[in-house]
């Protein structure tokens, strides 16, 4: 069973960045299509972006299109989530997902824990 692993969530404050990462424990993983989501309290868990396999197509949440990227370096089976000029919305626990087969923005059949992310204003 592949395992997924987020890092690098923290508390920072509204403005600031932060670049979240996710490695998955089988070689296996390096090539599928990833994604981000995000849970705050209280609300559902939403799609934040996505990346193909290949990485040559990405895909953005309104919310965060402009401020968010997402990159991945296969070599290393580990996809990125670069968040700029966070705002306290913006606070949520962060999952990646990631699928062989599926690219886009739901469908996905493998999970991460995720980890916190807190923007202070």
């Known amino acids: 069973q592949v395992q997924l692993v987020e890092s690098g969530g923290g508390l920072v404050q509204a403005g600031d960045s932060l670049r979240l990462s996710c490695t998955a424990s089988?070689?296996?993983?390096?090539?599928?299509?990833k994604a981000w989501f995000r849970q705050a309290p209280g609300k559902e868990r939403e799609f934040v972006a996505a990346?193909?396999?290949?990485?040559?197509?990405?895909y953005y949440s309104d919310s965060v299109e402009g401020r968010f990227t997402i990159s991945r370096d296969n070599a290393k089976n580990t996809v990125y989530l670069q968040m700029n000029s966070l705002k306290p919305e913006d606070t949520a626990v962060y999952y990646c997902?990631?699928?062989?087969?599926?690219?886009?923005?739901?469908?996905?059949?493998?999970w991460g824990q995720g980890t916190q992310v807190t923007v202070s204003s």
């Open positions: 997902a990631a699928d062989p087969s599926i690219a886009g923005t739901s469908g996905y059949q493998y």
């Open positions: 089988e070689r296996t993983f390096s090539s599928a299509h």
């Open positions: 990346i193909t396999s290949s990485g040559g197509k990405t």
